[in-house]
């Protein structure tokens, strides 16, 4: 087997490395462009479990590393004057030159023929003589470049300028700082990573670099390896206060952009991506090297695993794309969360600190709670003293409600709790009229345990349903079925009951949808549509008349009528729909409001209907019950709402009546492309509340109770729409109190099924372990410093 590597950083070694190590015969050569010893980069942070493997795959290169490290287990937030400090975590670093030298070293030991100073021949000719060729030639590969049709890169060049140093201060955590000055915010990333150094990373909004004047010393044309010094004197004289006295130390650093790469393909023939030519995860959130080394493990392993390249290769891409896309998805969210760091610079220092921890999304209140339940128990007081509320758990006196049953005022409403059932669409009623299943549906919800509860896509007039299974609330038999649900519910618990009203616009008078999801127009037998322009939702649709201000007027009568139906009928809350392409979202949206009125055009004319009927159903909605406009604060698709749409519709929404704003995203056109993960709505809910200080309720693959917690105390939602784990289980939100020891008034369980309100005993759990050690090992502690031995100060020295 001939293997060629293009590019001798830490991947490309270390996949010769382990390629030799495991086979012998093989005759690998690595070309790196750069001598033997030129320095380049400062630090490399690993996980425990990246540096398990490559315990296992080469103990010679681990027990080489090992000796390098720079251990600690804390994170420091520096922000507004405090330090916040988070223990439990676990790193460790090195300098990323002397991990080359421990990996070049490994490889002239084995005898991979590494040829330093030296360009690669083009690849092409590379393929056709080797029979693989690695390419880990970096963020800027030309490789990917050569085969862009095959690799189908996507570079995803961010907002913020950064600019990678070193100081001569050995900082003692990983340490984030955040500090707010007169022309924004800046803040630095810093870890140590031998006894005289620590890694430390300025990054700065846009805009606030240009106000703190870095532009000007950055716009010129800097020589390969020079850095900008000017720069680099003002980052020491802003930051002078973290410095204590010591330096910044550049190498070849200057303000730059982040790129993410991601490729749709990361294989060409005999040729494949690692590392940074094939993917990059923002720095905030682990190291490109630990990426690139994991690759290298993956890949030897699966040319061991499988009989010729091309398997090899396919199973390689299969087994890390999956692990690299969710390492990406948590680095994007932690990437936005430092774009947008300003969003969060009035939150009080505790909250900010836990916003900060838990900006991915992997990191949560539960396993903070693991690692130092000090630390998120000073955030869980701080928060639990703005709810005037405390309880006791079981084992726990005196302790913190969890803050998910911390209560909340929706307007003139007290919910008990922060969990809200959403607007679930069953398509169960007969002309309107919702029957049982609906009884049963929202009773059961009501008794679960959820601070409100709302029925689902009600319609103000007949052809305003999206189907002819979808309730309505615009005759007195509707009325009065209706009235029969909250009666029940009210009798039976305090929980609140809403309703959501809407009109369906182009949306409706489809069929109630198939098993896939998928619903088709009704044809004939279906009404005629009106919606904000003549745009029909999809080929097959029918194609809706443009609304005129006679039938606008009519709609609005529709909705007042409506609410005030739903008031005599017994709810507490009203949700107004203007989000998912129905009536209001199709005014809302620049895809779908094609006017040439004074109801389209700008984001003024195009809120102007959607704002009259809100106000018209603002006067006759008793102000003592909640009112909540649900809106799409983003259509997925280009042209379309975009956040800064979003908060000014929010804005105008609240200045109009709306106590809350319920912020969904999507299903605004069927040519969406929307990106779905865990609670990947949150941070539309996170980015109106902190922009606007408008209550917010996040939706949309929400289904744990350790992300309602983190949402709610990180200050990103008021309130937690968990839908479709109530379907799955109704009981949900009074088993996430079972299962956090909580039994207060904020999750009452119903008399007749208290004696199931303690978590039932699983397998074998009246099994008792025996002791099996003689002398047990004492924990490790919560809080580790890296404080270096003069030793170890000396060797990095050397």
Wanted: hydrophobic fraction near 40%; charge should be negative; charged fraction near 25%.
């Amino acid at each position: 087997m001939r293997v060629a590597v293009i590019g001798g950083g830490p991947g490309g070694l270390y996949f010769a490395a382990l390629a030799q190590q495991l086979s012998p015969d093989w005759e690998i050569t690595v070309w790196e462009r750069n001598a033997r010893d030129d320095a380049f980069g400062f630090g490399v942070v690993f996980s425990d479990e990246t540096l398990d493997g490559i315990a296992q795959a080469d103990p010679a290169v681990f027990a080489a590393m090992s000796t390098q490290f720079a251990r600690w287990s804390d994170i420091d937030v520096r922000y507004d004057g405090e330090v916040h400090v988070s223990g439990g975590h676990g790193f460790a670093a090195l300098d990323r030159n002397r991990l080359r030298e421990i990996l070049q070293q490994r490889c002239e030991e084995l005898g991979v023929d590494v040829r330093y100073g030296t360009q690669a021949p083009p690849v092409a000719e590379l393929s056709a003589d080797y029979d693989l060729v690695v390419a880990a030639d970096g963020i800027r590969s030309t490789v990917r470049e050569t085969y862009a049709e095959s690799f189908r890169p996507e570079l995803d060049e961010r907002h913020c300028r950064y600019m990678w140093l070193s100081t001569d201060r050995v900082f003692e955590a990983f340490t984030f700082i955040v500090e707010k000055r007169d022309f924004g915010s800046v803040q630095v990333h810093a870890y140590p990573y031998d006894g005289e150094r620590s890694t430390f990373i300025v990054e700065m909004a846009e805009d606030d670099w240009r106000r703190a004047g870095f532009e000007a010393f950055a716009d010129r044309e800097f020589a390969r390896g020079e850095s900008d010094e000017a720069s680099v004197r003002l980052c020491e004289e802003i930051l002078a206060g973290h410095l204590d006295g010591h330096r910044l130390i550049p190498n070849a650093s200057k303000w730059i952009r982040f790129t993410t790469v991601r490729n749709a393909s990361w294989r060409h023939g005999n040729v494949v991506l690692l590392g940074d030519a094939a993917h990059t995860a923002h720095f905030s959130i682990g190291s490109g090297t630990k990426l690139a080394m994991e690759d290298a493990l993956a890949l030897v392993g699966c040319l061991h695993e499988h009989a010729d390249v091309p398997s090899a290769l396919a199973a390689y891409e299969s087994e890390r794309r999956p692990v690299v896309e969710s390492t990406q998805r948590a680095a994007q969210a932690s990437l936005e969360w430092f774009e947008n760091v300003g969003r969060y610079t009035d939150q009080e220092p505790r909250q900010f600190a836990f916003n900060l921890l838990t900006r991915s999304r992997r990191v949560t209140y539960d396993n903070l709670r693991v690692r130092d339940e000090e630390f998120t128990g000073a955030v869980d007081s701080w928060h639990a003293g703005l709810s005037a509320l405390t309880a006791t758990r079981p084992g726990g006196a005196g302790s913190t409600v969890p803050p998910m049953f911390r209560p909340f005022r929706l307007g003139g409403l007290h919910l008990r709790n922060r969990v809200v059932v959403p607007p679930t669409a069953l398509y169960t009623a007969r002309e309107g009229v919702p029957g049982d299943f609906e009884l049963v549906h929202l009773s059961t919800q009501a008794l679960g345990g959820a601070g409100l509860v709302f029925a689902g896509m009600t319609a103000v007039s007949a052809d305003g349903r999206a189907t002819p299974g979808c309730p309505g609330l615009y005759t007195d038999e509707q009325e009065a079925a209706w009235r029969r649900v909250t009666d029940f519910v009210h009798r039976q618990s305090d929980t609140c009951l809403g309703i959501q009203l809407t009109h369906a616009g182009r949306r409706a008078a489809t069929g109630v949808p198939r098993p896939d999801g998928r619903a088709a127009p009704l044809g004939r037998e279906g009404w005629p549509l009106v919606a904000a322009s003549p745009l029909p939702w999809s080929e097959s649709a029918a194609i809706p008349r443009e609304a005129t201000r006679e039938e606008m007027d009519g709609i609005a009568r529709c909705f007042t009528a409506a609410a005030a139906r739903a008031h005599r009928a017994g709810f507490d809350a009203l949700e107004l729909q203007y989000g998912h392409g129905h009536l209001m979202s199709g005014f809302l949206s620049p895809l779908t409001n094609t006017r040439t009125d004074g109801y389209g055009g700008s984001l003024a004319g195009r809120l102007r209907f959607p704002l009259e009927v809100l106000r018209a159903v603002r006067a006759v909605w008793p102000e003592g019950k909640a009112l909540v406009v649900r809106i799409s604060a983003a259509d997925w698709a280009e042209g379309g709402t975009s956040e800064a749409d979003a908060v000014e519709i929010a804005r105008a929404l609240a200045e109009a009546g709306a106590g809350a704003v319920d912020v969904s995203t999507g299903e605004v056109v069927a040519h969406e492309r929307p990106r779905y993960g865990r609670s990947y709505q949150t941070p539309y809910a996170d980015l109106i509340r902190n922009a606007t200080g408008v209550p917010t309720i996040a939706v949309g693959a929400i289904s744990t109770y350790d992300d309602v917690n983190s949402i709610i105390l990180a200050g990103r939602a008021d309130l937690c729409g968990v839908g479709r784990a109530h379907l799955h289980d109704p009981l949900w939100t009074l088993h996430a109190a079972a299962a956090q020891g909580y039994s207060g008034p904020a999750a009452p369980w119903p008399a007749s099924w208290r004696a199931g309100s303690a978590r039932p005993p699983g397998a074998r759990a009246d099994r008792i372990p025996p002791r099996l050690q003689l002398l047990r090992e004492a924990s490790p502690p919560v809080h580790q410093r890296w404080v270096p031995h003069p030793q170890a100060a000396a060797a990095a020295a050397r």
